[in-house]
């Protein structure tokens, strides 16, 4: 859509913040550093970031200014302990600040406004078309005044409650010195209304009421989703801050216990997390022994085994037993705040992308005011009446209105969402098509997407059937995923154990009459077997039995990798995993070039080198570690099975177990990108033809109206055939949405 001027979709009504409040909400960053973040609602485009950055770098003290566009936050950095007259700044310029949480509360009340003002806008454009049908058929007299009358009262709270987020939008514009598309619109809808009053008011025997409705009906929808597919990228950082605790028990000398708010945990800090408890801050276990799911981190879905002296991350799920932590670094320098900045960062990034439309849309501004002004002069000049001058520039201004234009990509969009539905996929932003088109490397995650993120027990066949029965038995009594793999595998019932217990970060331990039964980590199965690891099942201390897991293959994935590299598109795996397990997956799926072992930060240090070397990087993952990566690429996606932090990130969300969908997105994104072109050509070459009919007074307002919604519709139609047939779609719809459904 076009760029948009401070304040055009804000509908949040909060009264400016303090100094004391943005002290307050100010954090140290040490050496008498500070940063705040501040939410700016009217922040809608790169012009916009650079208005914002501009004005704050420029303040007295501040060191640095970024806005993310996706979270419409500005993060401030200054020196000294005098605060800088942020608030005033921003709010002289148009961009009225808030603390961040509270414009968070309340819900989205600018999409409410938008699709109210639509509503309101389409109820109106199809009653006042309704009655210009009679019009139009021939009724005269004190018939078609009656008509016009009526249709003037109609479009009265159109213009005033749907017209007033275009009205705002131009007076913040023009208030502030600056011009935006929005001033042409609030311009000739105004215009075309008062002239129709006039016209009515006199007999006259044309109105145009139903131009000035229909051009911001058309107008509105356009922005309305825009909107929302703008708003999906904000989740990501919302669900990853929900991952952090409320608080913590804090244990105190005397054995008095505290419960602390998670913001006023400090340091050194010794806490006691009970299982089902994610790990407050980053720490190091001093007592207890448990496993961990340490996905965050790691991406990968065996727990983690912890016992004194283990390293611990902020953002980690405690799984199966109490432990006694102390705190390593306080909560604003923890691994989950770090992941957040990181995907702030990256988001912030990205969102710098300028959109086709909004750099076309940059130059109808100031093209649409002069020519309408300079029709103006030139009919007074010519034959002195300024009525006629003034219809016919009303008709220059809405005969040039950007509707087509405005329609272009996300109509176009839309229908790449519903044929990529029809395959499987989400879209969740509209951008991430045009980002996709200059895609030539696809960078895989390991596990939960090259592979399905499931243990599956791979030697049960070299496994004596009485062994594996006893491990079954002891498996039913844990929720651990090596157990479930256990369970997974048929066996001849029989064993029958008693005092089955589950040993915290150890494994599972019964008895059968004298023997003692274990099943878990070799070095506490069968201490004495040096040579042995991974799980193993023992009777009193002696391996009976080693047992080997692996990761499903994705089903898919294989010819998905083979469809990339025929496509010239390079293919790289990063994973968490260690290094020879990434190696024989990389192998067996074809993939050249891989990394293990890397933490959530060494993925986007690699997405950044290749964006360094030129390269434009899908990221395919699903994991929480992923996420910082997966905001930080040039486009995204992530199965339905990812974490829910993972889909929030990704800008495509695939059903289903196959890996397909990878290629086929890409496909659907070229398409989408030749129409887009396609309707952005036809709606100048529309303007080309119209204007200099409009402008020789050869078209009338209501003619104009005319032929912009002709115009729109054609721009509609050309959308319409990236609904055709489906070359290549990885799999017929109807299978596809039931597999989704089961």
Known sequence: M??????????????LPSDD?????????????????LSVPGV???????????????????????????????????????????????????????????????????????????????????????LSVSVWSGAEGATRDLFHWVSALI?????????????????????????????????GVTLAYAMSLYETATSGPHAYFDASVSLLFFLLIGRTLDHVMRDRARSAVIGLARLQPRGALVLLDGGVREYRPVADLRQGDRM?????????????????????????????????????????????????????????????????????????????????????????????????????????????????????????????????????????????????ARRLFEAGVMLK????????????????????????????????????????????????????????AILAVPAPAGASLDEIAEI???????????????????????????ELTGTVLSRNGVAVAGLA???????????????????????EMLSGDATDVCARVAGSLGIETFSGELMPAGKVARLGELASAGRKVLMVGDGLNDAPALAAAQVSMAPATAADIGRNAADFVFLGERLNPVAYVIEVARAADRLVRQNIALAIVYNAIAVPVAIFGYVTPLIAAIAMSASSLLVIGNALRLAGPRERSPAPAEPRMREAMA
């Open 155 to 187: 479009a009265i709270p159109a213009l005033f409650f749907a017209g007033r987020i275009y009205y705002r939008s131009a007076w913040s514009a023009l208030s502030h010195g600056r011009m935006n598309m929005d001033v042409p619109i609030a311009v």
């Open 504 to 530: 915290p970060g150890c494994g599972l331990e019964g008895r059968s009459g004298e023997d003692l039964w274990r099943l878990g980590r070799a070095a506490w199965a069968a201490p004495d077997a040096n």
């Open 44 to 130: 809608h485009c790169a012009a916009c970031i650079a208005s914002v950055e501009r004005k704050l770098t420029a303040l007295p003290g501040v060191t640095a200014a970024r806005v993310n566009l996706s979270t419409r936050r500005v993060s401030v950095q200054w020196s000294g302990d005098a605060l800088p007259p942020l608030v005033p700044a921003l709010a002289s310029i148009g961009y009225p600040p808030h603390l961040f949480d509270a414009a968070q509360e309340g819900g989205d009340k600018t999409l409410s406004e938008l699709i109210r003002a639509v509503a309101v806008s389409g109820f109106a454009a199809a009653n006042i078309m309704l």
């Open 549 to 571: 897991f692996d990761d499903t293959v994705r089903p898919g994935a294989r010819d998905t990798i083979a469809d990339l590299v025929g496509q010239g598109i390079g293919v």
């Open 272 to 416: 006691l997390i009970a299982a089902g408890e994610r790990i407050p801050v980053d720490a190091v276990v001093e007592t207890g022994q448990s496993d961990v799911d340490a996905s965050i981190t790691s991406g990968e879905s065996a727990p983690l085994p912890v016992a004194p002296g283990a390293p611990l991350r902020a953002g980690m799920l405690n799984l199966t037993g109490p432990v006694t932590i102390v705190a390593t670094r306080a909560v604003a320098d923890s691994f989950l705040a770090e992941m957040t900045r990181l995907m702030e960062a990256a988001e912030g990034g990205r969102a710098r992308y300028r959109r086709i439309a909004e750099r076309v849309s940059s130059l109808y501004a100031p093209v649409v005011h002069l020519t309408a002004l300079v029709t103006f002069l030139g009919w007074v000049a010519v034959d002195g009446d300024w009525h006629r001058a003034m219809t016919v520039a009303i008709a220059v201004l809405i005969i040039t209105c950007p509707c087509a234009l405005g329609l272009a990509v996300p109509i176009v969009h839309v229908m790449a």
């Open 2 to 15: 076009s760029c948009c001027a401070p304040g055009a979709e804000t509908a949040i009504d909060l009264a």
């Open 21 to 37: 409040e943005v002290r307050l909400a100010a954090r140290g960053l040490g050496n008498g550093a500070y940063q705040v973040d």
């Open 429 to 484: 932003d509209g951008s991430a098509l045009e980002r996709l088109v200059d895609v030539d490397t696809v960078v895989f995650d390991k596990t939960g997407t090259l592979t399905l993120g499931s243990l599956r027990l791979t030697n049960a066949g070299a496994i004596a059937p009485d062994h594996l029965a006893v491990a079954r038995e002891l498996a039913g009594h844990s929720r651990h995923p090596v157990a479930a």
